[in-house]
């Protein structure tokens, strides 16, 4: 038994994917986050860029006493996971690894759509992973630059003209190629799940690769003995930038009011003061 918080990151809202399986399949867990909306998106950003937040939103987190940390963020943990592993003393989990076998056992045809950012497609660490498990697969991938910005605007739902162009621009080209199977790649996408589902059409399995992720931590969390054992598990949100956008899409996304566990942080002040040993006010 650990009855200590899992700690969850991403650029932003994405990670919730996460955070929403791990609360229905972890109750008692408690969950600290940290969406990191004032630097959002990361995807289109270079590699050193992108290992440089990664380390400070990791810093961030360690302000609290956690038991692992997930990255809910698929540009990340493309781009930063073995070395953030290698770091730190307490587990790191990734989302890649989890979503890639799901999509390598689910697929009849062979034909696997893949979409992400920038970052997450051209690392080809999906593609690595799937062709371990199934070296029989294709892999069709399609970075997706647009989502992560209209995700983080609440362009989320059917009927919306400007998302539902934008999917259709991106996903064409998959679709034509016959994908049974497609991976959302970074974990903004699945708050897209029903315009993507309805775009694609039903024979398509659509991954959720923050959900993939939860999954793991899960089966992680149990085979070392390390859940918590209490009766309800909290979860407490922080961002580095204001608090209204996210609060208002995450209660709509987590479909429970989470505006009061919102609170907006100063990441380098909190990392700083951590380290001069002085209580900073997020802990
Ligand atoms: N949710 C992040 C991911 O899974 C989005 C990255 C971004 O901010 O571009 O890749």
Do not use: W
């Not at 969390?221 to 922080?238: P, S």
Request: charged letters at 25%.
């Amino acid at each position: 038994m650990d009855q200590k918080p899992i700690g969850v990151f991403d650029s932003g809202l994405g990670g919730l994917t996460a955070v929403r399986e791990l609360k229905r399949l972890l109750p008692k867990e408690d969950i600290v986050y940290f969406g990191d909306t004032g630097r959002v998106p990361y995807g289109s950003r270079s590699k050193e860029t992108i290992i440089k937040y990664a380390r400070q939103d990791v810093a961030f987190l360690r302000t609290f006493d956690l038991k692992a940390i997930v990255i809910a963020c698929g540009t990340v943990s493309t781009t930063a996971l073995d070395l953030l592993a290698e770091e730190n003393p307490i587990p790191i989990l990734g989302v890649v690894e989890p979503a890639a076998m799901a999509a390598a056992r689910a697929t009849r045809s062979g034909a696997i759509g893949l979409i992400g950012t920038q970052a997450s497609i051209r690392s080809g660490a999906y593609e690595r992973c799937i062709a371990r498990e199934n070296p029989a697969a294709r892999v069709f991938a399609k970075a997706c630059p647009l989502f992560v910005p209209l995700v983080e605007n609440g362009r989320v739902h059917r009927g919306d003209i400007v998302i539902e162009t934008v999917v259709a621009e991106y996903l064409t080209p998959l679709k034509e190629a016959g994908v049974d199977t497609l991976v959302l790649g970074c974990t903004h996408y699945p708050l897209l799940e029903e315009v993507i589902g309805a775009f694609m059409g039903p024979e398509v399995r659509l991954i959720n690769t923050g959900a993939e992720g939860a999954r793991e931590v899960a089966r992680r969390l149990t085979d070392t003995d390390a859940l918590a054992n209490r009766a309800q598990g909290t979860a407490r949100y922080f961002v580095s930038d204001t608090v209204d956008d996210f609060a208002r899409l995450a209660t709509i996304f987590l479909r429970e009011d989470v505006a009061g566990q919102v609170q907006q942080v100063d990441l380098e002040k909190e990392i700083l003061n951590h380290r001069l040993g002085i209580c900073n006010q997020a802990v």
